[in-house]
């Protein structure tokens, strides 16, 4: 059971390795593509938000968007809410890139997922999402005990 959690690092890491292959000349980073899929799916996020989500520094975080941003692919808009916020959003001009980018996903997936049922696929996602949802809980229990 031990190497399970290795096991999966390693599987993610493959499926990253592969995306990279796959998206090759398509003129954007692994972290920048990571950005767009993120503000694609849930555009508005403050840059602090975004920054926790992808597990980045925020100036490591800054400084993509700062490319993206000269490269007309993402905007800042100022924070209602938080003058000192910013909130991003994947501009129309990203959207065709957004687009090539998600049909490499799938052909991704088609290709990785190849052979495997439909059934067993279900069954590996509903464990995985116990897995994290055990390992949240894990973290807020061990931070309560040690206060």
Partial sequence: METLPFEIGETAHALRKAFDRL????????????????????????????????????????????????????????????????RLHVTAKAQPLVDKLQAVGADLVEQAFAGIDGKDIE??????????DNAGRTGAIKRASNQ
């Fill in 23 to 86: 998206a090759t000349g398509l003129g954007v980073t692994r972290a920048q593509w990571k950005v767009l899929f993120k503000l694609t799916r849930t555009p508005g996020l403050r840059q602090v938000e975004l920054a926790d989500m992808l597990d980045l520094e925020p100036i490591t975080l800054c400084r993509i968007v700062d490319r993206l941003e000269e490269a007309g692919l993402v905007e800042r808009t100022r924070d209602p809410e938080d003058r000192r916020a910013w």
């Fill in 123 to 132: 069954l590996t996602r509903q464990v995985l999402a116990r897995i994290r």
